[in-house]
């Protein structure tokens, strides 16, 4: 593509501006933070077009850039629940009352789930998080990742096969922890 | 139930989620007024420090392929690196040495912004056969490595996991950058010319050493030589960013010329299955 104009920008949008909000919700599953990232993702190629010059493939491109801020606001939020419960460990719990969550319990295991693996990214470092993501989340091919993170084929499928390890990993230890919280 | 599984299960359950298309039309719709209002800045040319910078940048890319590539040949290169155009007499020795190597095997650490992020062993067959076993983790060393294979006179590579017992076939041939392409950074530092730095290595196990270092593109290697053999005892490869931070570093301890089995490079992978990346 010759330089980024602003109808330019405003074309690329349509065309691959659902791709990145959705990319962007599944893992953030909150439409306004989504939102964020997808206006961020527009405006960059607003404010710095020269950076962009390079790019071949925009829509692989965009996502890949919706997905890494993604992740950064799934990281950023994670360390805030973490502070948060943290904090809430430190009062002293009113008497008689429990951390029951509320809700219908199947809704609640499949919602249970999904954090569990969001929890279990954001303990992944942010090349794998990126790796993973785009691979099985967008169903990339291994050299479009490549293309877009600028590493070797080689080294996606290497990262790629440790991601996927630790998450196991990581799963079905807190499919253990998880426990206490089966129906019985 | 597996742990694979329940990972394909998480995954299918998180693509699952999809926003609906009213919220969807919605963010697109208030997404093209901020566009539309948003001014477009200015895009003047890259003035000579952007250049420089980007330079750089480019330069630092050298140890992101021996990383993305083969971290077997960072050092190994590294040391083919040092065959080039030698100027210091002692120097001279330690090259002549490195030119009879039939084998290399080493063991180093990984490091990236200053922390240790992977260990690894390598085995080099000359001419053209490397090996690399890269640990799960730094927080796991024991679980089953991943195994890069490669063949630089064939462009053939084969990564070998363990766990799954699969194996992933990949190219790496000359329609790659220069940047993927191994034998075009062994060409490219075969031709090194330029000065060498000289100082009293002091001891490793031992042993009175000299120790050399070159720079070239940001990438600095320094390497321990035995003042008795002219063996290269350790090679140290770094790499700064922007502002010389480090960026990228491997620390490794070297051995040559020990017989390797010829298993180690075996890229008809027995008991693995076979898989194609795409």
């Not at chain 1, 993702?41 to 071949?56: A, I, T």
């Not at chain 1, 993170?149 to 630790?166: F, K, M, P």
């Not at chain 2, 992933?168 to 329609?175: E, N, T």
């Not at chain 2, 301890?253 to 490079?265: G, H, K, V, W, Y």
Request: glycine share 6%; charged share 20%; net charge negative.
């Amino acid at each position: 593509m010759p330089q980024l104009t602003k109808a330019a920008i405003a074309g690329l949008a349509d065309e691959c501006g659902p791709r990145v909000f959705r990319a962007a919700y599944r893992l953030l599953k909150d439409p306004i933070l989504a939102e964020d990232v997808l206006q961020e993702v527009f405006l960059k190629l607003l404010r710095q077009p020269r950076q962009f010059d390079g790019v071949k493939n925009w829509p692989a491109y965009l996502t890949t850039m919706g997905t890494s801020l993604a992740i950064d606001l799934l990281r950023q939020r994670r360390h805030q629940l973490l502070a948060e419960e943290y904090q809430e460990d430190r009062q002293p719990a009113p008497d008689g009352q429990t951390a029951e969550p509320p809700g219908p319990m199947q809704a609640l295991s499949v919602s249970r789930d999904l954090e569990k693996l969001r929890a279990a990214l954001t303990r992944l470092s942010q090349l794998e998080c990126q790796v993973f993501c785009l691979r099985h989340l967008e169903e990339f091919s291994y050299k479009e990742i490549a293309a877009q993170l600028d590493i070797s084929v080689n080294l996606v499928g290497v990262t790629l096969n440790r991601a996927q390890s630790r998450l196991s990993e990581q799963l079905t230890e807190s499919q253990f922890l998880g426990a206490v919280y089966e129906i019985n | 139930m597996k742990s694979t599984d329940s990972l394909e299960q998480h995954v299918q359950q998180f693509k699952a989620q999809q926003p609906s298309d009213v919220m969807t039309q919605a963010a697109m719709a208030r997404l093209q007024a901020r566009l539309s209002a948003e001014p477009m800045a200015e895009s003047p040319h890259l003035g000579l420090w952007q250049q420089i910078n980007q330079w750089i940048k480019r330069s630092v890319r050298i140890p992101t392929w021996q990383v993305g590539g083969s971290l077997a040949t960072v050092g190994l290169i590294a040391l083919l690196y040092l065959g080039g155009g030698a100027s210091h007499p002692a120097f001279a020795e330690v090259v002549e040495k490195l030119k009879q190597i039939s084998t290399l095997q080493y063991t180093g650490t990984m490091y990236s912004n200053g922390q240790a992020t992977m260990k690894l062993r390598v085995y080099y067959q000359a001419p053209s056969l490397v090996r690399t076993e890269f640990s799960p983790a730094m927080d796991n060393l024991d679980g089953p490595a991943t195994i890069n294979l490669m063949d630089t006179a064939s462009g053939k590579g084969l990564i070998l996991m363990p766990g799954p017992m699969m194996a992933l076939p990949f190219d790496f041939g000359h329609q790659d950058s220069p940047e993927d392409d191994p034998l075009y950074w062994l060409e490219a530092l075969k031709q090194y010319q330029g000065e060498v730095v000289t100082r009293d290595g002091g001891l490793i196990d031992g042993q009175a050493t000299t120790l050399y270092r070159i720079e070239q593109s940001g990438v600095r290697t320094s390497i321990w030589a035995a003042n008795d053999s002219q063996w290269p005892l350790k090679v140290i490869v770094t790499a700064s960013g922007e502002k010389d931070q480090e960026v990228f570093k491997l620390e490794a301890d070297l051995t040559f010329n020990q017989p390797l089995s010829p298993e180690l490079f075996d890229f008809s992978a027995p008991g693995y299955h076979v898989g194609q990346p795409d």
